[in-house]
């Protein structure tokens, strides 16, 4: 076997010493869990052979910024030998598969055995979906298989049944202090929210189980497809990052109806400014208005530069923004996972006990995006126009 030294946490350690058929790995915000569990999926690929690996996500889009490019860097960065069928996305290394498929195309896994499945962000799928893959756990082999469910610690079916009913079954928590590679400015993040709404700070920070409580958007429907209305104004919003994802949504807006449907979303780490003109160009078409955070002028000027009919945010209160869109009925189609997780963990602060007039600052790129799309439309003075 290939010998290289990786540095690894104490998360990985607890993968490769754990025998059991199902492992959920559970941890805050940031505490390495999923990347441990690709380090361990390498490792794997590596010492075993004859091994069909599935690794998954409830829809396909979020499936390949999330798991995907990073799991072919780490590759890249060990100068692993690997061959990739970019159409089948199907991986092979060392005599081995490794299949990525969303369960938004569940032909692709049915009649098939599996040694390893991993289920990233496991709490966007259905106890239903968790069956079905169980089942595909099949593959003859001389160790034992594994199911692995990598997942923030909110309460589902995972903490109420999974963690409850099964018996051969390992669980691995971590939080932000098991992650040695964590910007200090993060961790100052995660424990800001500490002083800001409780039981975010159990789960994200502390990783513990809880369920978010006094949600800023409390009622949004997610559907599965779109039916465009004449009157429906298409708009995109941006909001840059690096350290924290990159957030690009598509908007369809009514203000006659008063709907929001939210339609397409990008939400991408470590993005340079020339990666985010590349991509936005790639989604937006010539005559749609990208509205940006108005505390970037510079990355909005590149844009621009680019063809990109890319305009500030109007910059009034935050609160404001919010109980305006709050007046709105929120659709999002169910591709967008990331804006989904967001609008489930979107809260508003919360003080000896009571919710504060101010939203919490975190998790809400793609929300920031929404608000400034929603913002310039129904606030600027300039001319709209409808796009069919």
């Known amino acids: 076997m290939l010998e290289m030294r990786v540095k690894v946490t104490r998360i990985f350690k607890e993968l490769i010493n754990a025998k059991e058929a199902i492992i959920v790995n559970v941890g805050g915000a940031r505490s390495g869990k999923s990347y441990a569990t690709m380090q361990y999926l390498i490792y794997k690929l590596l010492s075993e052979q004859d091994r069909f690996i599935l690794v998954t996500r409830k829809t396909f889009p979020s499936l390949r910024v999330s798991v995907i490019l990073p799991f072919l860097e780490m590759l890249n960065n060990l100068n692993i030998r690997y061959l990739y069928n970019k159409s089948e996305h199907l991986l092979a290394v060392n005599n081995n598969l490794l299949l990525f498929s969303s369960l938004d195309n569940p032909e692709k896994i049915k009649s098939t ?11 966007e799928f259905t106890y239903e979906d968790y069956q079905l893959l169980k089942m595909r756990l099949s593959k003859p082999t001389n160790t034992k298989n594994q199911i692995i469910l990598t997942l923030n610690p909110v309460e589902c079916f995972i903490s109420e049944r999974v963690m409850v009913e099964e018996k051969d079954i390992r669980v691995i928590r971590s939080n932000y ?16 929210l500490k002083n800001q709404n409780e039981t975010l700070y159990k789960i994200y920070t502390l990783g513990e189980f809880s369920t978010p409580e006094g949600l800023v958007y409390d009622s949004f429907e997610i559907i599965y ?19 924290d994802p990159t957030a690009l949504v ?9 709907q929001i449907t939210i339609l397409e979303e990008f939400y991408q780490t470590h993005l340079i400014n020339s990666e985010i003109v590349k991509i936005v160009k790639s989604k937006v078409k010539g005559n749609e208005l990208v509205v940006c955070d108005s505390a970037e002028p510079d990355r909005i000027k590149e844009l621009q530069l680019a063809g990109v009919w890319a305009v500030p945010s109007v910059k009034t209160k935050v609160t404001e923004e919010v109980n305006y869109i709050k007046t709105f009925k929120i659709k999002v189609l169910n591709h967008c996972q990331n804006t989904i997780k967001e609008l489930k ?9 009571r919710w504060l007039d101010e939203p919490v600052d975190f998790s809400n790129h793609a929300l920031d995006a929404m608000r400034y799309a929603v913002t310039y439309l129904t606030k600027s003075s300039g001319f709209y126009f409808v796009v069919k």
């Not at 055995?113 to 709490?123: D, G, K, P, R, V």
């Not at 779109?226 to 840059?240: A, T």
């Not at 963990?345 to 006990?353: A, H, I, L, S």
């Open 345 to 353: 963990n979107y809260t508003w602060k919360e003080k000896n006990g």
């Open 225 to 243: 497809s779109y039916e465009p209305n004449e009157k429906d104004k298409i708009i995109w919003g941006l909001d840059f990052g690096y350290n």
């Open 177 to 192: 202090k098991d992650n040695p590679f964590l910007s200090e400015e993060y961790k100052r993040i995660l424990e800001d």
């Open 250 to 258: 598509k908007l369809a807006v009514n203000t006659d109806t008063k």
């Open 113 to 123: 055995e599996f040694s390893y499945i991993w289920l990233e962000e496991a709490n």
